[in-house]
Antibody, heavy 121, light 110 residues
Framework: QLQLQESGPGLVKPSETLSLTCTVS??????????WGWICQPPGQGLEWIGS???????YYNPSLKRRVTISVDTSKNHLSLKLSSVTAADTAVYYC?????????????WGQGTLVTVSS | QSVLTQPPSVSAAPGQKVTISCSGS????????VSWYQQLPGTAPKLLIY???KRPSGIPDRFSGSKSGTSATLGITGLQTGDEAEYYC???????????FGGGTKLTVL
């Protein structure tokens, strides 16, 4: 059974870089069957796609976040990572690690439980 | 302001049927598959419908999806109190080069 688990600091200072890791179990992160990504949800608000990465290493980012985001995979650890630089209070959100079928970038079959990241000094 | 438009809330009695609409554009729903998600309070979203009308394994057939032109609809029959949740539609928007979601619809089962 494919499972995702996010980990990382729950508190980040303004202007610093938010870094999260997602451990994928039950599937190889380098499998051509899946893609992986991140979605955030500010408190009391809706879902916002951050970006996705395919097994080939090709990345797709939300244009509004593109200059601040890096998504990468570590195949040796079966990990997915997110780095979001120059954070502000507006980046306070629950961050979800997601995975989906390779045929549809907007269909997210698998979700981690989410991790709340607060941006505050 | 979300790219996809959903009603903020819908409600119906237990056992009844409800539909939730999702309106987009030619560059989004009009050209790509639509997915639907259920988010129970305090939990991560769950995929209910993919490729407009397909259900992942384990999703009961009380949930259905359809698409026509630039709009999509989620249908839920035999409503249960456990269906009370926020529902989101999502798709790819080619003009924005972005995965886009609706603003969410809160379902209340009276």
């Amino acid at each position: 059974q494919l499972q995702l688990q996010e980990s990382g600091p729950g508190l980040v200072k303004p202007s610093e870089t938010l870094s999260l890791t997602c451990t994928v179990s039950g599937a190889s992160i380098s499998s051509s069957r899946y893609y992986w990504g991140w979605i955030c949800q500010p408190p009391g608000q809706g879902l916002e796609w951050i970006g996705s990465i395919y097994y080939s290493g090709t990345t797709y980012y939300n244009p509004s976040l593109k200059r601040r985001v890096t998504i990468s995979v570590d195949t040796s650890k079966n990990h997915l990572s997110l780095k979001l630089s120059s954070v502000t209070a507006a980046d306070t959100a629950v961050y979800y690690c997601v995975g989906g079928r390779a045929q549809d970038i907007a269909a997210f079959d698998y979700w981690g439980q989410g991790t709340l990241v607060t941006v505050s000094s | 302001q979300s790219v996809l438009t959903q009603p903020p809330s819908v409600s119906a009695a237990p056992g009844q049927k409800v539909t939730i609409s999702c309106s987009g554009s030619n560059s989004s729903i009009g050209s790509y598959y639509v997915s639907w998600y259920q988010q129970l309070p305090g939990t991560a979203p769950k995929l209910l419908i993919y490729e407009n009308n397909k259900r992942p394994s384990g999703i009961p057939d009380r949930f259905s999806g359809s698409k026509s032109g630039t709009s999509a609809t989620l249908g839920i029959t035999g409503l249960q109190t456990g269906d009370e949740a926020e529902y989101y539609c999502g798709t790819w928007d080619n003009s924005l080069s972005n995965v886009v979601f609706g603003g969410g619809t809160k379902l209340t089962v009276l």
